[in-house]
């Protein structure tokens, strides 16, 4: 089907940047929207950004400006800019895959860290 692995992730100072990077393999060519979740420490999971499969994006507001969710459809990647760091983004950050071939399925990485300190 699909696997997903996420990279990029780091310790940072605020106001610092980061880009987190989503590998795709197996069957990418049924994947119709790609996200990024995060997860910080005693918090509940929350969807970060997404990208359709036409390109369209959305985001969670507390982001809006200051992240940005890109994808290589030849290379089968995914990406999120992350500028502007602030130690309330510190969360385990999560690729997700949604799609359908022949059942619809949902995929999620590993998880990467991303720490942001003051």
């Known amino acids: 089907q699909v696997q997903l692995v996420e990279s990029g992730g780091g310790l940072v100072q605020a106001g610092g940047s980061l880009r987190l990077s989503c590998a795709a393999s197996?069957?990418?060519?049924?994947?119709?929207?790609f996200g990024w979740y995060r997860q910080a420490p005693g918090k509940q999971r929350e969807l970060v950004a997404d990208i359709s499969r036409a390109g369209s994006t959305n985001y969670v507001a507390s982001v809006k400006g200051r992240f940005t969710i890109s994808k290589d459809n030849v290379q089968n990647m995914v990406y999120l800019q992350m500028n502007s760091l602030n130690p309330e983004d510190t969360a385990v950050y999560y690729c997700n895959a949604v799609g359908w071939g022949p059942r619809t399925y949902t995929t999620w990485g590993q998880g990467t860290q991303v720490t942001v300190s003051s």
């Open positions: 197996g069957s990418t060519s049924t994947i119709n929207v």
